[in-house]
């Protein structure tokens, strides 16, 4: 296919080439309403910039972007984003670079605001987190030369640069924990079943399930709290009642642990639960959580330092971070006598 030129995004706007040029690289001479135009031309013919050309013709913005599709409210109680965000900006700083963070509702609009930052030069590359199998997101970015690091599994990147904790190990150590403590029915409190880390997590709890004997409940939601006590209720209150849950996040483990008390139940005695991450808040909740354990803070900053490498010229690769380690605490016990 031959590539779209400012002439045909032009021809089609009903503007100069020059108008089109103003409006393409982010700079003043045009009006809003024809800027709006222009890019709304480029966005359906799909137009990308010469790499080359913009090379030549353009400085670094000295920012990079992160897009979460995810609900304002979520991201402001989930302690997973608020550590990660932190370590990211850490390197930044360090450097000098700033981030452009966006929040959006879901992942069209994401892709929407890569092609943006593309054509207007606005960032120098892109941390891309929650990924799919089979990612529209990937063969986007590489139409569009945006330079990004994936957070996730090396299964799901495409050989893309990524970084990855190893979720399969994690969920075992999580399994072999509570089926240590004399646990046979477990519950599961999971992300998203289109998030390419929780489809993982998915995959690794049935298997140790399996391997272990175990009889399971899963429930799916939008790691938000409301949801994670939703789900919750629902494992303690329909059917028969799991012993030990998992939580695929801190916020929906603590959203449970009140649910549980509500109930006039107790964790131990009725229930262990188990979070995922390991924020501050498992150590302020009474009981204190178990929990797979990994630093947020520093896997932001690492990231932040593979994206920095890729704009050096190196080559994409897969860099595990690191695999979460189980930490007991006081919400795990064994199950109670029948």
Not at 108 to 133: F, L, P, Q
Not at 273 to 286: F, G, K, M, P
Request: a negative charge; one cysteine or more; aromatic letters at 6%.
């Amino acid at each position: 296919m031959a590539r779209v030129t400012i002439k045909e995004i032009a021809r089609r706007a009903g503007v100069s080439k020059g108008a089109v040029s103003y409006a393409l690289n982010n700079q003043p001479g045009v009006s809003e309403a024809t800027r709006a135009r222009v890019l709304k031309v480029a966005e359906e013919l799909e137009w990308v910039p010469n790499r080359a050309a913009r090379q030549l013709s353009a400085a670094r913005s000295e920012t990079f972007g992160l897009v979460l599709a995810r609900s304002a409210k979520t991201l402001s109680e989930e302690p997973f984003y608020m550590g990660f965000v932190g370590g990211v900006e850490e390197v930044l700083g360090e450097k000098s670079y700033a981030l452009a963070l966006q929040v959006v509702p879901d992942i069209a609009e994401e892709m929407a605001t890569y092609r943006k930052w593309a054509a207007e030069r606005r960032v120098d590359g892109v941390i891309v987190v929650d990924i799919r199998v089979d990612d529209p997101r990937i063969p986007l970015l590489r139409k569009v030369g945006l330079p990004a690091v994936l957070v996730g599994d090396p299964s799901l990147a495409d050989g893309m640069t990524c970084v990855w904790t190893d979720a399969t190990s994690a969920m075992n150590a999580a399994l072999d924990h509570v089926a240590s403590l004399g646990h046979r029915l477990v519950g599961r409190v999971a992300g998203p079943s289109d998030h390419g880390h929780v489809w993982i997590r998915d995959q690794a709890f049935n298997s140790a399930s399996e391997r272990l004997g175990l009889e399971t409940r899963v429930v799916h939601t939008d790691f938000s709290g409301e949801s994670g006590a939703a789900a919750t209720r629902k494992l303690m209150t329909e059917g028969v009642r799991p012993t030990a849950v998992v939580y695929d996040n801190d916020l929906m483990a603590i959203a449970g642990l009140s649910v549980v008390n509500g109930l006039g139940l107790k964790a131990p005695d009725d229930v262990t639960l188990v979070a995922w991450d390991d924020s501050t808040l498992c150590r302020l909740t009474h009981p204190t959580l178990t929990a797979m354990s990994h630093n947020i803070v520093a896997y932001g900053s690492e990231v932040a330092h593979r994206l920095f490498d890729l704009l050096e010229g190196a080559r994409p690769e897969a860099h595990l971070y690191s695999t979460p380690q189980l930490v007991v605490r006081e919400s795990s016990g064994p199950p109670p006598a029948s």
